[in-house]
């Protein structure tokens, strides 16, 4: 009996078959595999004209380019009269070594292969009387074109960004790297997605324990399918429980690139348009590519504002509540009065109208992305209305706890990365309970619990924290706080623990 006495496992069995369809590769097993679908073609084809020599050409609809079919496969078959005179086994040979106009043409080992390659995109010519088959390179490349990163816009960089084509993707790093270090490794994913992933790393610079690791879990994924990020993610990181991210995504090819340099690995997929950089670290995330084209000075100012803006966000709201709730001496007397003279008819006491506003704004955030661009603008306007002006008006809140979480709110907007904003977001709203039950107290042990948690990740062997925690030997030339002048910066993350940490001389 199952937990809830349905009468089903409670684990039921996974099973895998290898290899899927046992047939023997024939036209009968093809049309099998292909049962109920409608986009599977067959055409009966003869060498030259002659009809003792039948092949059968096989494709899915819509996964084929058809003039690359009409061009590669079916001119060559049509015009070559040499076919004609030749017997069918030689025919096959000329056919594999030459015959057709294809840049890739391979011989089908088993009914699999066959299936797997006609899924991919591939031709298969089959050869009837000979239990043969060749696979024939004409998949289709429509894709999206490559347009500017929405997400991770640009002043003065690169206006590329990753599309959900993955050969796309690796031609956008290959442009930039065009090193012949660089390693391009693909792994299958998914029993049913049969999903390319590519491990990118630059031999020689990445650390090898840490590309066997990536290679590794991805060859001991054992699921469905791999259509969305986090399958990925969950999958290949270290810890599940905690709300931070382990792994950075990009959409800017030159961010991966630049990374990739740094000694990381990257993950890109097919059918997604964002490249993974791993192992990650607090410092990636609070980092933008554009801080390498600002000038340093710039640039250190910027990454200082941005941490603190870190802190704002994460302790502004508690710091509030446990000082007006617990420790009200700590507020000026002119703000303490009007603070109490701007709560005299407001129902509600202050830890809820912090707390209340804090998920309001979450709410009107969530469905001004979930909704289309204009109404989800619209959204936010309205939602900004009745929380704000028309709230407070009404005496439901009080202007400093709107003043204070607004004030949080748009600190976290200088996150660069979404998904690191997310836990940020989440613990922000425990300190803030933290601190209305038990003051600045409350608030010190959450903030601690909160760096135990961030010390105790790690990612690949990295720590979370590197380089504010050990994470490697040897000197620390670029502080991620306190930006230096690039030409100064000789040496690489000592975390990643790159066998060659030199980047110029």
Not at 220 to 225: K, N, T, V, Y
Not at 440 to 450: E, I, N, Q, R, W
């Amino acid at each position: 009996m199952g937990i809830f006495g349905s009468g089903r496992e409670v684990d039921p069995p996974h099973p895998r078959r290898e290899p899927v369809f046992g047939a023997p590769l024939s036209l009968a097993a093809l049309e099998g595999a292909f049962a109920n679908c409608a986009d599977f073609k067959i055409r009966h084809l003869t060498l030259a004209g002659d009809p003792q020599k039948e092949v059968v050409l096989c494709a899915v609809e819509g996964m084929v380019r058809t003039e690359r079919v009409n061009d590669y496969v079916l001119r060559p078959l049509a015009q070559d009269r040499a076919l004609a005179a030749l017997p069918l086994t030689e025919g096959y040979r000329r056919l594999a070594h030459g015959g057709l106009y294809n840049l890739s043409v391979s011989p089908a080992e088993s009914t699999d292969a066959a299936v797997f390659a006609l899924l991919d995109g591939a031709a298969v010519l089959l050869f009837p009387a000979l239990d043969k088959a060749l696979i024939c390179s004409v998949a289709t490349e429509e894709k999206r074109s490559v347009s500017d990163p929405e997400d991770e816009p640009a002043v003065k960089g690169a206006k590329d960004s990753f599309v959900e084509s993955l050969r796309t993707n690796t031609s956008l790093v290959r442009r930039r790297l065009r090193s012949v270090d660089l390693r391009v490794e693909e792994e299958i994913v998914g029993r049913q997605s049969r999903t390319p992933v590519d491990v990118l790393y630059l031999e020689g610079i990445a650390d090898p324990n840490i590309v066997a690791q990536v290679k590794q879990r991805l060859g001991r994924m054992d699921i469905d399918g791999a259509v969305d990020a986090g399958h990925i993610e969950q999958y290949l990181c270290d810890t599940l429980a905690t709300p931070f991210p382990q792994f950075l995504a990009t959409q800017r090819p030159d961010r991966l690139c630049a990374n990739l340099l740094a000694g990381r690995v990257a993950l890109l997929v097919d059918g997604m348009a964002v490249g993974f950089l791993l192992p990650g670290a607090l410092p990636l995330f609070l980092s933008a590519e554009q801080d390498r084209s600002d000038n340093w000075i710039v640039a250190a100012g910027l990454t200082v504002l941005r941490y603190a803006a870190l802190l704002l966000t994460l302790f502004l709201p508690a710091l509030y509540v446990s000082a007006v709730l617990f420790h009200p001496e700590m507020i000026p007397l002119p703000l303490a009065e009007s603070i109490i003279s701007a709560k005299d008819d407001v129902p509600f006491g202050t830890l809820f109208e912090a707390v209340m506003l804090l998920l309001a704004f979450e709410i009107i955030q969530e469905a001004g992305l979930r909704l289309p661009g204009n109404l989800g603008q619209t959204v936010s306007i309205l939602g900004g209305l009745v929380v704000g002006s028309a709230a407070v008006e009404a005496k439901i809140l009080s202007p400093a706890v709107l003043i204070v979480v607004a004030a949080a709110g748009i600190a976290g907007y200088t996150i660069p990365s979404q998904d690191f904003a997310g836990g940020v977001r989440l613990w922000r709203l425990l300190l803030t309970l933290a601190g209305g039950v038990a003051g600045l107290l409350g608030v010190s042990l959450a903030g601690a619990v909160l760096v135990g948690h961030l010390a105790g990740l790690t990612c690949f062997g990295v720590p979370y924290l590197a380089p504010f925690a050990a994470g490697g030997t040897g000197p620390v030339e670029d502080h991620p706080l306190f930006r230096v002048p690039i030409p100064r910066v000789k040496l690489r993350p000592a975390s990643l623990k790159s066998w060659n940490r030199r980047n110029q001389r």
